[in-house]
């Protein structure tokens, strides 16, 4: 998942690509460097972020959406806004990637049940505790792998409830959101907890600041956004190898690289099963 943001405020890219026809050609270009699908955001949600109101948000995107759609690429919206998903989704989206998982927006899980029902659009839904906060004033979890786990269990029956096919639905740990990086870690070390839920799982830690945290050491200060890619693509690496779904990244090359290592690891992992088999 390649992130496109048509913002000028978020934390890595904003600015960049915020007039419609340079954000359609970023996303061509990303599709072109391998992404499979286009992730567009017309609103940050980095801490401290000021809100975006909805018709500014599909002011922003729903040029862009049309522009890519009309490309052929696939699309996922970025937003926390039930009038921006059912915009967005009309205008060719199929994935609603919502970081609060439903929970910002009171209509949002009626607008995906309808998406999914009547476009086949998949759900993203991610865990957070609230807009982020800087501070961490939320992130005093006791055991953070179950209490995730549990909390995206519990918003995926919901979600199913409000009629949003079980097979259209994606999970998403919220790493960086109301969790230090030291907890994004633990997550990250014990996907399994999350991908036994059956449930595809997205990663998005491209660029934040826990990876920034774990590349600083007392001889190197922390690498800028831009410098956190090759570990971004590690990331990516170990993610597919223990089992996620997608990978949500800013440089779409060096993590289909790193993605073709791992998959060359695992093949080669699976051969050696079955010589060892037929031995």
Known sequence: MGVLNVTPDSFSDGGLFDEPDAAVQRGSALAA????????????????????APEEELRRVLPVIR????RGHRISVD?????????AVAAGARFINDVSGGSHDSDMLRVAATASQEY??????????GVPDP???????????????????????VAIAAGIARELIVLDPGLGFDKTGAQGWQLLAHLDALTSLGFPVLIGASRKRMIAEALTTPLSAAPPPEGRDVATAVVSALAAGQGAWGVRVHDVPATVQALAISEAWRSGQRTTTAIGTQS
């Open 120 to 129: 086949g659009a998949r759900f993203i839904i991610g865990h957070w505790r």
């Open 67 to 70: 522009g890519l759609t009309a």
């Open 33 to 52: 460097q391998g992404a499979d699908l286009i992730d567009i955001g017309g609103e940050s949600t980095r801490p401290g972020a000021n809100p975006v």
């Open 79 to 87: 937003t926390l806004h039930a009038a921006t998903a059912a915009e």
């Open 135 to 157: 501070a961490h004033q939320r992130s005093d979890y006791g055991d953070v792998v179950a209490e995730v786990r549990d909390d995206l269990a519990s918003r995926t029956g």
